[in-house]
C-alpha cells in the first residue's frame, strides 16, 4: 500500500498524529519513517490484553460501575486528544484495548489514529477527502458525519455515548440488516430504553441521552465535561431503592406504630382523667345540646368568653350561620337551647 500515494499519506498521517497525544490512555507511538525500499513504518508502544469488543462478546451487559469505570478511561483519553486538537472519528469498542496496569485489570488504551483529524483543518497535509466523503464505522457516526460534514469533537462525544450504551445494553444503540437502516436510525431514531438504567439514578441516562443527542449543539460540548461528570456519577452510589409493588407493601411499620399507639393509650387516658378531675369546690363542666334543624356540616364554636357560641344550621333549605348568645349559665345537664 505504500506505493498508493493516498494510503501513503494516511498513514503518515496516522504516524503524525499518535506523536502529538501522549496519554497513559492512549497508545503512543514512539517513531516513525520510510525505510531504503519505500516501505513506512510506525513504532507503537506495546499493548497486551484483549479488546472492549471481546469484552462486550463475552460478558455483556456489563454491570453500570464497571461500565462507566472502563469509559471513564476512555473519556480521558478523548479529552487529551481533543485538547490536542484531533477528533478521533472512528472510536468503537474495537479500537479501545483493556489491560492489567497497576492494579487495574481493565485500564483502557485508545489506538488507532488512523481516521483522525486535525481540529481546523480538512486534513493533515493535503487534504485526503473529497467533498461529501463519510469515513468511520457506521453504528458509531454522528448524524453530521454521516451528513459528510466537517467534523469536530462532538462527533467523538456522539461515539463515545454510543460506545458507552453498547457497554449498558449489551447491544449496539443503532442496528439495523444493512448499512442505510442503520444510517437512517442513527438520522432519525433513539435508543430504546436500557433495562439496566430502571434502577440507576436518572443521571446516568441524562449522561448518555445528551451524547447521543443528533443536534451537535444539543450535545456535551466538550469531552473535558463529559469525563469529569463521567467520574462524578462513577463515584455516587449505582442503585436506587426499588419501588415497592402493588399488594406486597410492608406493613410492619404500621403495624408496629399501632401496637406502640395502643399501648400508649391506658396510660394517656389514666393521665388525662387525673387532670382532668374537678378539685374540691370547683364548678363541674357544663353540657348542653343545641337542637337545629338537619345540617350537613356539624361545626359548632364557643367564644372565649364562654358567652357566644357560633353553629351552622339549615334555614329554609340554605346553610346559616348561627350565633345564640348564652346569657346565663346554666345550672344543670341536658340544657337546651
Known amino acids: 500500500m505504500a506505493q498508493h500515494r493516498e494510503a501513503a499519506l494516511r498513514f503518515e498521517r496516522e504516524a503524525m498524529v499518535s506523536a502529538r497525544i501522549v496519554h497513559p490512555h492512549v497508545v503512543n507511538a514512539t517513531d ?3 525505510l531504503p525500499d519505500g516501505s513506512l513504518y510506525l513504532v507503537l508502544e506495546y ?4 479488546s472492549l469488543r471481546e469484552l462486550r462478546d463475552r460478558e455483556s451487559p456489563l ?4 461500565a462507566l469505570a472502563i469509559c471513564a478511561q476512555i473519556a480521558d483519553a478523548l479529552a487529551a486528544a481533543h485538547k490536542a486538537e484531533i477528533v478521533h472519528r472512528d472510536l468503537k469498542p474495537g479500537n479501545v484495548m483493556l489491560l492489567s496496569h497497576d492494579g487495574n485489570p481493565e485500564f483502557v488504551k485508545v489506538l488507532d489514529f488512523g481516521l483522525a483529524r486535525v481540529v481546523g483543518s480538512d486534513e493533515v ?9 463519510v469515513f468511520g464505522t457506521p453504528e458509531y457516526m454522528s448524524p453530521e458525519q454521516m451528513d459528510g460534514q466537517a467534523v469536530d469533537q462532538r462527533a467523538d462525544i456522539f461515539a463515545f455515548g454510543c460506545v458507552l450504551y453498547e457497554m449498558l445494553a449489551g447491544r449496539k444503540a443503532f442496528e439495523g440488516g444493512s448499512p442505510m437502516v442503520v ?4 438520522m432519525n431514531a433513539e435508543p430504546p430504553p436500557i433495562e439496566a438504567l430502571r434502577t440507576a439514578p436518572p443521571v446516568v441516562d441524562h449522561l448518555l441521552r445528551r451524547c447521543l443527542e443528533k443536534d451537535p449543539n444539543r450535545r456535551w460540548q466538550s469531552m473535558a465535561d463529559v469525563t469529569g461528570e463521567v467520574r462524578w456519577i462513577a463515584d455516587q452510589p449505582l442503585t436506587v431503592a426499588a419501588p415497592i409493588a402493588p399488594g406486597r407493601r410492608s406493613w410492619w411499620p404500621i403495624a408496629a406504630a399501632i401496637a406502640v399507639a395502643l399501648l400508649a393509650m391506658p396510660l394517656a387516658l389514666l393521665a388525662g382523667m387525673r387532670w382532668l378531675r374537678p378539685a374540691e369546690g370547683e364548678v363541674p363542666p357544663v353540657q348542653f345540646e ?6 350537613e356540616r356539624a361545626a359548632v ?3 372565649p368568653d364562654g358567652r357566644q357560641i357560633a353553629y351552622i344550621a339549615n334555614r329554609d333549605g340554605r346553610q346559616m350561620l348561627w350565633r345564640p348568645r348564652v346569657s346565663s349559665r346554666p345550672t344543670g345537664h341536658g340544657l337546651r337551647s
Open 125 to 133: 497535509g493535503e487534504p485526503l477527502t473529497r467533498s461529501g466523503s
Open 47 to 50: 499493548v497486551s490484553g484483549h
Open 290 to 295: 343545641i337542637a337545629t334543624t338537619p345540617t
Open 63 to 66: 454491570p453500570p460501575a464497571r
Open 183 to 186: 444510517v437512517a436510525a442513527i
Open 301 to 303: 364554636e364557643l367564644s
Open 32 to 34: 516513525s519513517g520510510r
